[in-house]
């Protein structure tokens, strides 16, 4: 069955280092985003990508990069991890369909930043 | 700026009661209005959505009411269970223009059903 995973599920770092998060999808969807919740604020689109070398971002964009190599994955980073990017950050992928649109969901990685 | 807004953050209803969620948007493009259901340490997972075209639809115990001319659109759970509880988004988007795809998520409401 097709799925979408993340890695790691909890992560615990320090403030200053780079952390990549793994997404990866075998719907063979084009479209991917990356969106962290919090508590009050619900979900907020971080990036986005349409296919591979398509990359936009969202509304919380600033301190994370995302790249698209292929279709299946796209890894988030944060260049310098702060205290307040502990959050919980999920991954989605969808594929265009007229008058259908669900994004599927993959399990979340908590992470705290000390 | 929030593109939709939803209400109330936290809702408690006895079993059997009809739980009653309420989104508003402003951007007249969008054209598809999912409800996606979240139970904790998961992922949202598509519940039911609508497009503008009708006023309800209904499947199971979950109808989506939808008001155009309002902008407002509205998640009833009937003969709610222990089992709803959990958080529901509502989202808007759009087939067309730069918003292609994207979702745009509402804060969520934390439902609680008690036995």
């Known amino acids: ?114 | 700026q929030q593109q939709v807004k939803q209400s109330p953050q936290s809702l408690i209803v006895q079993k059997g009661g009809i739980s009653i969620i309420n989104c508003a948007y402003e951007n007249t493009a969008f054209d598809y209005f999912p409800w996606y259901q979240q139970f904790p340490g998961k992922g949202p997972a598509l519940l039911i959505a609508i497009r503008p075209d009708v006023s309800e639809k209904k499947e199971g115990r979950f109808t989506i009411s939808f008001n155009k001319s309002a902008k407002q659109f509205s998640l009833h759970i009937m003969d709610s269970q222990p089992g709803d509880s959990a958080t529901y988004f509502c989202a808007a988007t759009s087939d067309r223009g730069s918003t292609l795809g994207r979702l745009y998520f509402g804060r969520g409401t934390q439902l609680t059903v008690w036995p």
């Open chain 1, 1 to 114: 069955d097709a799925e979408i995973t993340q890695s790691p599920r909890h992560k615990i770092t320090e403030t200053g280092r780079q952390v990549t998060l793994a997404c990866h999808q075998t719907w063979n969807h084009n479209n991917m985003f990356w969106y962290r919740q919090d508590l009050g604020h619900g979900l907020r689109l971080i990036h986005y990508s349409y296919g591979v070398q398509d990359t936009n971002k969202g509304e919380v964009s600033d301190g994370y990069s995302v790249s698209r190599s292929n279709t299946e994955d796209l890894p988030l980073t944060l260049e310098s991890a702060a205290s307040s990017q502990t959050s919980v950050y999920f991954c989605a992928s969808s594929e265009f369909e007229r008058g259908h649109n669900e994004q599927f969901f993959g399990p979340g990685t908590r992470l705290t930043v000390l």
